[in-house]
């Protein structure tokens, strides 16, 4: 049970967890490009000791394997898992009142401590002070990935009205005045958001207090979904097996356990241009007003260390983080929608593009011809749910096969297209939300979503080469196949919306004229086929990442009737459209200029050894 981040640090560093790395290094782009190279062996947590421009060190990749997470978290994490499923299930406390009094106490324990201001041993700093670390090169500036950011509820003040949550800060760049301001980018529907909107009807600024470290519980507890009723606080309390302590300063909540404490206001209607940032779907996302805090003091623990994290094409170190909160939460999702037996949000897709799920299927069982029916009731509860909302594809089948599992992707892909029924199984929203982070869609927020339910009798063999109608097609080259019944094949370099209606328009026509591909029933139009058709986690990236289902679905043999779209084949248009933001791409100068780590006798020497 750790008091502070330091005690985490050694306690790795003794279990040969830890690496710590006492060549100077620059935080512009070289601390990130470190990490990326050392998350990719699956290697240790960082820890960098000396970093130009301050007196500070920081640390990345504690939560870089599940393993890891469950190492630090091995004391605590039975009784958390208990005390989730406890709240999921209230029904089952009442049923075994005497087998749960533990957990109810554990979680009574865990409730937020106030001490007195006097205990608080902080110094004040500039935000100058803290590593400046940037990531990607475009980045507009250097950002904070792993803030624990805490608002109370303007209406309800006090801790447990509050909301921690992670939202990512840039501390300079832009027109962001230097010691003085940071911008917060968040979506208003988050819990700070809902906090700012009432603030703002009380023409009052909101105290935004920004807690950087303490216990790696409290990290974790800023990005978990809790159950109603299970405050973050006594979360990351119950999770560290310590209970939280805080007091006030200045009216600011202020963490004790915190290494750095950043406080300031937020005023009504106030922002400033915040990014670019390179993200977690793989791209950057572009520059956007968002909320400005005006900094009111900048507080550090004497050997203060600051975690960070890089994001970035997945699988990255949010994806172990994704890991540890369902492992937590358990079956949290089923008790929140009747019927859903697994939904996987599909990392490779960036997690947000791409949903996979098994639910049930009890509302024909007389008819003959078994189709969605309870399917499409539960698909409308998973997309109005959190954060599975900003979902674009939700492929979904009912549970006929007990071994079926949504994680593993080409088994699932490969029964869902066996018994698609295209003519039936499409079922579009159009001008809605998808996640503020996607540019495939038609504006800030705004795009569309399909859900793709199939559930009955196999209807089709797959292919399991490249038909060979598709080796011929004018206009198109190269097709390559990616699974059995998808096709990748390469078209034009992308022009505008109506060109391209016409280009898949042409294809389809191709099709349908030289046979039938019912055992193809999708096919992938794309700039480059090879990496496509690579491996299932190109395909699932750019496929999903790069498509707006309203605008990039099209079909063979298409129709509508009473306002239904169906096809034969499904056409997904996924090259990279002009309003598509840059991938990340790494710096080849800084690549070369951190090998130096990687050398006989260096601190990284060991490393993909």
Excluded at 244 to 265: L, N, P
Aim: aromatic share 8%; proline share 6%; glycine share 8%.
């Amino acid at each position: 049970m750790y008091r502070n981040l330091e005690e985490c640090a050694k306690d790795l560093e003794e279990n040969g967890h830890l690496i710590r790395i006492t060549e100077e290094v620059d935080p512009y782009l070289e601390m990130a490009a470190i990490h990326l190279k050392v998350h990719e062996t699956g290697g240790p947590a960082l820890l960098f000791e000396n970093i130009k421009g301050t007196n500070y060190q920081a640390i990345s990749n504690i939560f870089g394997t599940v393993e890891r997470s469950r190492f630090i978290f091995r004391k605590t994490w039975n009784r958390v898992q208990n005390v989730v499923a406890l709240r999921n299930d209230p029904i089952k406390a009442m049923k075994h009142p005497f087998q749960n009094i533990s957990n109810g106490l554990a979680a009574m324990n865990a409730l937020p401590s106030k001490k007195k201001e006097n205990t608080f041993n902080f110094k004040e700093i500039q935000l100058t002070d803290l590593p400046s670390i940037q990531h990607w090169p475009r980045d507009g500036g250097a950002f904070l990935t792993l803030p624990q950011v805490y608002t109370e509820d303007p209406e309800k003040p006090g801790i447990m009205n509050s909301n921690l949550g992670m939202y990512r800060i840039q501390l300079d760049g832009n027109e962001y005045e230097v010691n003085k301001e940071v911008g917060l980018h968040y979506q208003i529907h988050r819990g700070i958001g809902i906090h700012q909107t009432k603030a703002k009807g009380q023409n009052k600024p909101l105290k935004v207090s920004i807690f950087i470290g303490g216990p790696p519980a409290h990290t974790l507890s800023a990005v978990m979904p809790l159950p109603e009723g299970l405050s973050e606080m006594t979360f990351a309390g119950l999770l560290a097996g310590r209970r939280f302590q805080y007091s006030y300063i200045d009216g600011y909540c202020i963490s004790h356990d915190a290494d750095f404490v950043i406080t300031g206001e937020i005023y009504p209607d106030d922002t400033k241009p915040e990014g670019p940032f390179g993200d977690h779907l793989g791209y950057y996302s572009l520059t956007h007003e968002f909320p400005v805090m005006h900094v009111h003091k900048v507080y550090a623990k004497d050997n203060a260390i600051l975690p960070f994290t890089v994001v970035g094409r997945p699988p990255q170190e949010d994806t172990s983080f994704g890991e540890i909160i369902h492992k937590i939460t358990g079956d949290a999702i089923k008790q929140e929608i009747p019927g859903v037996k697994e939904v996987h949000a599909v990392d490779a897709a960036g997690v947000h593009p791409l949903l996979f799920a098994i639910g049930s299927e009890r509302y024909t069982p007389f008819e003959e011809i078994k189709k969605p029916a309870e399917l499409l009731t539960i698909s409308n509860r998973i997309l109005g749910t959190g954060q599975l909302s900003l979902a674009k594809f939700l492929f979904i089948t009912a549970e006929q096969d007990k071994t079926l599992d949504t994680h593993n992707e080409v088994e699932f892909l490969t029964y869902i297209l066996e018994r698609l029924d295209l003519h039936r199984d499409l079922h579009f929203q159009t001008k809605t939300t998808i996640d503020t982070l996607d540019y495939s869609g038609e504006g800030l927020n705004s795009g569309s979503k399909v859900v793709i339910a199939a559930y009955g009798d196999k209807k089709r063999e797959l292919c399991t080469e490249v038909p060979e109608i598709l080796e011929n097609v004018s206009n198109f080259k190269k097709p390559r196949l990616i699974m059995p019944g998808v096709a990748a094949i390469e078209g034009p370099a992308f022009s505008n919306d109506e060109t391209a209606d016409k280009e898949c328009q042409s294809l389809a026509n191709a099709i349908l004229e030289n046979g039938n591909l019912s055992n193809c029933p999708m096919i992938i139009v794309c700039d480059d086929s090879e990496f496509l058709s690579a491996t299932m986690r190109n395909f699932l990236w750019a496929t999903f990442t790069r498509s707006n289902p309203s605008h990039d679905v099209h079909g063979v043999n298409s129709f509508y009737k009473n306002k239904h779209w169906g096809c034969d084949n499904m056409i997904i248009d996924a090259r990279i459209k002009p309003h598509h933001a840059p991938p990340l791409l790494p710096d080849p100068e800084v690549e070369k200029n951190i090998e130096r780590l990687f050398e006989e006798g260096s601190s990284l020497s060991r490393i993909g050894k």
